[in-house]
């Protein structure tokens, strides 16, 4: 008995297609939580660092969707973009709470662990 070809029946499609398409469909899933995982794991573990930072550009992007149920649904993300004293640019995403306290043009002491925002001292 052959899994996807049967030479009495012919080539079953559906038994080649579903199977591969829900394995990359899984490792994709599994490959961003992987991602993540390890993104947090390596934040986490930096050392923080404190420079001197100018804010230069604050961005923020809404995002809308809509289910099979027509359900609607928003999220905004928050984006701060500082230039540090060396002018290397550093951008974070940030809660909204950090996202507006700050107004362009600020200066003051940056702290962060590699990709992760943790304070602006103006």
Known sequence: MALFFDPFSGFD?????VPIFFGITLLIIFGMLGYRLVEGVKNSQA??????????????????????NGMNSSWTNYTLTFELATKERKTFEVKR?????????DRGQLSFQRKRFNDFKI
């Open 97 to 105: 709470k950090d996202y507006l306290k700050y107004v362009v043009g």
């Open 13 to 17: 499609f559906f038994s080649f297609v």
């Open 47 to 68: 050392s923080e660092e404190t420079v001197q930072a100018t804010l230069i550009d604050k961005v923020t992007s809404t995002n809308h969707s809509t289910d099979s």
